[in-house]
Nanobody, 124 residues
Framework: DVQLQASGGGFVQAGGSLRLSCAAS????????IGWFRQTPGKEREGVAS????????YYADSVKGRFIISSDNAENTVFLEMNSLKPEDAAVYFC????WGWGTLRIDEYYYWGQGTQVTVSS
C-alpha cells in the first residue's frame, strides 16, 4: 500500500522558514509525482508545488514562486518543501499527495494518494 508521511510543520514568524518532508513508500513504480497542497478552514485545497520522478518536472503556484523550493531525495523516497519568506497567508494545513502516473501538475484530481496534514502557522 502507498503511504505518505508528511512532517515538518510548526510555528514561525513572518519572514521565517520551514522545511516540510514527505516520506513516500509503496508506489508500484518509481515514476510517480508528489505534490504539496494546503488548506485553510472554509477554503478549497490548493496546489502549492509538485515534482515528478518520471520526468523531473516541477510546478509552483504563483503565490509561492521565488519563495518555496521543492526537491526530491530519490534514494530516500522523500520530497521536501523548503518554505522561505513565509507570510501569514501561507498558514495552513499542508498535505503531500501522490500521483501514481507521474504527471505531477498542480491539478488536485491527478492525485490518488494523500498523507495526513501538517500544520504551518505563521505569525505576523
Amino acid at each position: 500500500d502507498v503511504q505518505l508521511q508528511a512532517s515538518g510543520g510548526g510555528f514561525v514568524q513572518a519572514g521565517g522558514s520551514l522545511r516540510l518532508s514527505c516520506a513516500a513508500s509503496g508506489f508500484p513504480t518509481d515514476n510517480y509525482a508528489i505534490g504539496w497542497f494546503r488548506q485553510t478552514p472554509g477554503k478549497e485545497r490548493e496546489g502549492v508545488a509538485s515534482i515528478s520522478r518520471a520526468d523531473g518536472s516541477i510546478y509552483y503556484a504563483d503565490s509561492v514562486k521565488g519563495r518555496f523550493i521543492i526537491s526530491s531525495d530519490n534514494a530516500e523516497n522523500t520530497v521536501f518543501l523548503e518554505m522561505n519568506s513565509l507570510k501569514p497567508e501561507d498558514a495552513a494545513v499542508y498535505f503531500c499527495a501522490g500521483d501514481p502516473w507521474g504527471w505531477g501538475t498542480l491539478r488536485i484530481d491527478e492525485y490518488y494518494y494523500w498523507g495526513q496534514g501538517t500544520q504551518v502557522t505563521v505569525s505576523s
